[in-house]
């Protein structure tokens, strides 16, 4: 197939792929080997490092190369990968020049302590915005999907595309996500909402949401996130975007083009479920600000 192929095309051709990947990360989850971590700082999200991520990037590249072997493509393990040198580039090109994005294992932590939330996360990147993302839950045997314009669905994972359903966020709990370093806006908004701030709240033996929570369990009605990997947080704030959230910048702007953002990451994210939490998170960084 081109390089040029359509969204829709790409992800149905990569959907058998995703499966049996997502089949492998299920089955090892209580198996598997920890590797020495990546060199990350203090983030122990950032820097755990498990088998599971690094075959699942080798599953996908061939799978990529054997299919689309003129494309753009950036693997979170880009880096200890085999096959990078094999790819055409591992950025940002010229318009519907695509740049496919992987996150074997988004949430790693949570893969290595037994949870159930953590995603493969793959993404379809075009220079002023994406084009595509499928977030697949393993241990749920269910994934998420978002075409640009589209909307958002969701179906098991024995599902195709057609089939799946229309993403619905109605009435979710009201609880706020603060991503890393965020913890400090959790003083802002105790009055009205409840607090996950995943740098303390973060356990190994009692789960707690992750930014995924606004799709698969209803927890979460809005989350502030430092920055937005296209690999992980840009994708997902896609992902709910088109499934009807909000979506802005600290401030409330719109987010900019893909193409000016440095090192493949979005700015500060707000991902809200609603007018009102939008407000609300918009305030209490701005507030921050003003102190």
Known sequence: MSSQSKPREILCTLLPHLRVAAGYADYIQNKIAVLPAKDGGDNFFATALTDADLSIQTFVEVALLGTFPNIRFHG?????????????????????????????????????????????????????????????SPAIKTYYYALRGEGAYWGTLDKDLEACSPLKIANPEPNILLGWEMGHLKASLTDKYGIIDVQKDYSATKPIPNTNGIFTSNKVAGA??????????????????????????????????????????????????????????VTACQNLVKK
Request: charged share 25%; with cysteine.
């Open 76 to 136: 979170e393990e880009h880096e200890q990968s085999r096959n990078t040198k094999y790819f055409r580039a591992i950025d940002l090109g010229e318009p519907d020049d695509y740049l496919i994005t992987l996150d074997p294992i988004d949430g790693t932590k949570f893969y290595l302590d037994g949870h159930d939330n953590y995603q493969i996360i793959l993404a379809i990147v075009n220079a002023d915005d994406f084009e595509a993302v499928i977030a697949i």
């Open 224 to 281: 502030i996130l430092r920055r937005g990997k296209f690999i992980d947080g840009g994708a997902l704030a896609f992902l709910a975007r088109e499934a009807g959230c909000i979506v802005s910048t600290f401030n409330g702007s719109e987010l900019p083009r893909l193409s000016a953002c440095q090192n493949l990451s979005l700015p500060g994210l707000i991902i809200a479920t609603s007018t009102e939490v939008h407000q609300d998170l």
